[in-house]
C-alpha cells in the first residue's frame, strides 16, 4: 500500500513568509508525528496528533508553528514569519497507534521530508 | 533532548565486513527501536526490541540490548554497498504523555564495494 506522502518536497522561501507543509499518513493509522533533522543531526520531536484528540503543542519551538489534523487523517504543519533557524528537513510519521501504555511506542512509519530553506 | 547517544558517529568498512553500531541512553524504556536513513530520505524501521529481551535478530541484523547499562547494539553482518546510510537508535517517551519517539544523532555508516 502507499507509504507516508509529504509535499512539497523542497520548499525555498523569503525569510519573513509563512510557509505550510503537508503530510498523508498511510490510511488507518490514528498516531502521527512531525519531526524536524538539521544538518547531520538526529531528530528533534515537534508534535504528535493522536486520532482526534487535540495534540500537545509543548514540543513545538515557538509560537510560529502550528500544526493541524483534520478528520484524523490529512495534517499540515505551518511556520509562520519564517527565519533562517527554521531551514531543516521536516519529516511526517505514521504509525497504527501511538503510545501504547507499557508496550512502548509502535514501528513509526516515515515520509521522505520536506527540506526547506529558508533565505 | 536526546535520549540516545550513537557510537561511533562514522563508520567505514569494505563489503563483506561486520559492523557494529552502539547506542547509550539515559532514561528507562519499554522498548528501544533501530532505522536506517538513506541520504535524502525518511527513516526506514529495522528493528524493534522489548525492554525484556535482551537479543533479536532479523536476517541480517543483530541486536542486543543491555538495561543494566543503557544500551544497545546493532549488528549487520556481511555488509552490502546497498547498506550505506545513516543509523539511528530511539526509545519510547518513558512515563511522558507524548507518542514520539526519542532520537539519538545517528552512526554514519559508509560501505566501500
Known amino acids: 500500500g502507499a507509504g507516508v506522502s509529504q509535499s512539497p518536497s523542497n520548499k525555498v522561501t523569503e525569510k519573513g513568509k509563512d510557509v505550510e507543509l503537508r503530510c498523508d499518513p498511510i490510511s488507518g493509522h490514528t498516531a502521527l508525528y512531525w519531526y524536524r533533522q538539521s544538518l547531520g543531526q538526529g531528530l528533534e520531536f515537534l508534535i504528535y496528533?493522536?486520532?482526534?484528540?487535540?495534540?500537545?503543542k509543548s514540543g513545538l519551538p515557538s509560537d510560529r508553528f502550528s500544526a493541524e489534523r483534520t478528520g484524523g487523517s490529512v495534517s499540515t504543519l505551518t511556520i509562520q514569519r519564517t527565519q533562517q533557524e527554521d531551514s531543516a528537513v521536516y519529516l511526517c510519521?505514521?504509525?497504527?497507534?501511538?503510545?501504547?501504555?507499557?508496550?512502548?511506542?509502535?514501528?513509526?512509519?516515515f515520509g521522505d521530508g520536506t527540506r526547506l530553506s529558508i533565505l | 533532548s536526546q535520549q540516545g547517544e550513537e557510537d561511533p558517529q562514522a563508520l567505514s568498512i569494505q563489503e563483506g565486513e561486520n559492523a557494529t553500531m552502539n547506542c547509550s541512553y539515559k532514561t528507562s524504556i519499554n522498548n528501544l527501536q533501530w532505522y536506517r536513513q538513506n541520504s535524502g530520505r525518511g527513516l526506514v524501521h529495522l528493528i524493534l526490541?522489548?525492554?525484556?529481551?535482551r537479543e533479536k535478530h532479523s536476517g541480517r541484523l543483530r541486536v542486543t540490548l543491555d538495561t543494566s547499562k543503557k544500551s544497545s547494539s546493532l549488528l549487520i553482518t556481511a555488509s552490502r554497498a546497498a547498506d550505506t546510510a545513516s543509523y539511528f537508535c530511539a526509545t519510547d517517551n518513558y512515563g511522558g504523555s507524548q507518542g514520539n519517539l526519542i532520537f539519538g544523532k545517528g552512526t554514519k555508516l559508509s560501505v566501500k564495494p
Open positions: 526490541i522489548r525492554s525484556n529481551e
Open positions: 496528533f493522536q486520532g482526534n484528540s487535540a495534540p500537545d
Open positions: 510519521a505514521s504509525s497504527r497507534v501511538g503510545l501504547v501504555d507499557s508496550w512502548g511506542n509502535q514501528p513509526q512509519h
